[in-house]
């Protein structure tokens, strides 16, 4: 076969091979095999002789036809009641079609040919019709026969309307000494039945049988006759049966593909709403995702202040920064002290003393979270695996207990722990850092000091100028001046926590809108189903491809065809 047809038949196997959970592709797979292993077998067959098929109501002249053809009795013969019981297979010597029960004649001078005379098409014996079916089943060529009373067999079309474009079909009138011609008529019925007839001949058998047997020279009143005998002998060459029988694989290859697109692409809209429909149960559980997480660990804000405190503590500078440092370290003792309590494992100080610092203490406060969220989840599962089996996918089912899939929610927690915790260690951690070096720079650090510093010059310089003049400062000076020195470094502290405490809440806002974007940028929460989703649609558009390819090659077939029969030639 050419290259195309046989990477057309690659293609197609691959798809026979499919077990996914598509049920519209995984329904046609038997029927797909079937049609591949018949292919397969064309394939090897091309060389090989090519089988002609007479079939036909009773009476219509089959057996006459292959009698004539020979020129001797090969097959009895009646116009009153059904004479073929097994089909008569006339071949040249030496040929085995492997029925064994078939009836077969050798001695055939058609060396390139072998004619099957089959049993009536309408009769109302199962067995005969079963025969004409395996007959069909191995034929290149179908010789619809019909005489010009029996020509609108709609039991034989119905044996034949199955091989619509898998088998090449000619026409043979038999009896045209009864009548006038039904060609037109025949031809054009059978072509809205959706028939393609590559041939027609309009015969006498019975005349030219009589002739042979007679020993005459062919007279004119045997019409297409000579015609016919003259298409089997010369005109059925090698080649030309190569190319009948390619056709009819690509026949038989057009009409699979063809039927297999029928079937599976009016699934393209279903597909798409069910990505639409996939992708809005995503977004909706990372959205309620979000508002959980924000709600359990981004609306406290004494964790953001612990947290930034800790980096300003390590950096601070001056008077105000090292009394802030202090302060912040007794300030803290209850927390840093409950972290080695039992008791405090899951309290506030460990959850305080693991924020935004990477430790792994963090995740075990945050699968309070996750619980919450994994709930959430067993609701859009719910909700997905309905809109899958509606789109007929047969997805694995979820866990016995809580019908989730137990694989896919730990990818989700695994994915979403990961997401946060890349916020929090990432850019809320950086945006701590850089305020914290803000408020403990050099110019903040000088700034806060020169208040403080400011009244002890002037206190010492009282002191001196007083010690120098010998006036003596009562103690009054000393407890007052003690006092403001207290109420500026009061200030100042009070200051810088409500400084640390601003910038603390603008980091955690400025977080929360981080992790929004982090879990909004495509939170896998369902990765097989969506991968059972996408690969449904590869298959889809393989498929449209596969026509498109079929389509093509048949096309390019024709038109390199010389032999494209596509109206039946003339009659005498």
Known sequence: MPTGIVDILDRLEDLAAYDGPWRPLRAETALLNERVRELRAREQ???????????????????????????????????????????TVYHPPGTRLGHDSWRGVSGSALEHLVIIDTPDSDTVVREHRA??????????????????????????WSLLRDLKSERTLACVETKADTAET?????????????????????????????????????????????????????????ERIRRIKRSNALGLLTKTVGALHERVAPGEEALTALRGRLDDVERELAKRACDIIRRRLFTEPHLWNFALGREIGPRAKGIVGTLFRLLEAVRTVPARFAQWMPWGSRGIGRKAAALLSGDELFNEDLAGALNEVAAAYKGAYSEVSLAFAQAGFDMPEGDEQGGEDEAGLQSFREELNRRIMNVLAGPAHERLVARARTLTSWPAALLADLPPLAFVLFSGYRIVRDYFSDALLSG??????????????????AALSLAARALAWTARRASGRDLRLALAEGLPAFTEERAALNGAAALRNGIQELRTAVLGQAVE???????????????S
């Open 45 to 87: 067959r091309l060389d090989e002789l090519l089988v002609i098929a007479l079939v036909g109501g009773s009476g219509v002249g089959k057996s006459t036809l292959l009698n004539a053809l020979a020129g001797d009795q090969l097959a009895p013969v009646s116009e009153f009641r059904p004479c073929t019981s097994v089909p």
């Open 131 to 156: 025969l004409v079916t395996e007959v069909l089943a191995v034929c290149d060529l179908i010789m619809l026969c019909g005489s010009p009373e029996k020509y609108l067999d709609e039991a034989t």
């Open 557 to 571: 077939d024709n038109i390199g065809d010389e032999s494209n029969a596509g109206e039946p030639n003339a009659g």
């Open 182 to 238: 039904v060609r037109e008529h025949w031809v054009s019925r059978l072509e809205r039945e959706g028939f393609k007839v590559a041939d027609y001949f309009r015969t006498s058998p019975r005349r030219t049988l009589d002739r042979k047997l007679a020993g005459r020279e062919p007279g004119n009143d045997e019409y297409d006759f000579p015609r016919l005998e003259r298409f089997l002998q010369h005109e059925l060459s090698r």
């Open 476 to 493: 009054g000076f000393f407890l007052h001046a003690g006092a403001v020195l207290a109420i500026i470094l009061g200030v100042e502290l």
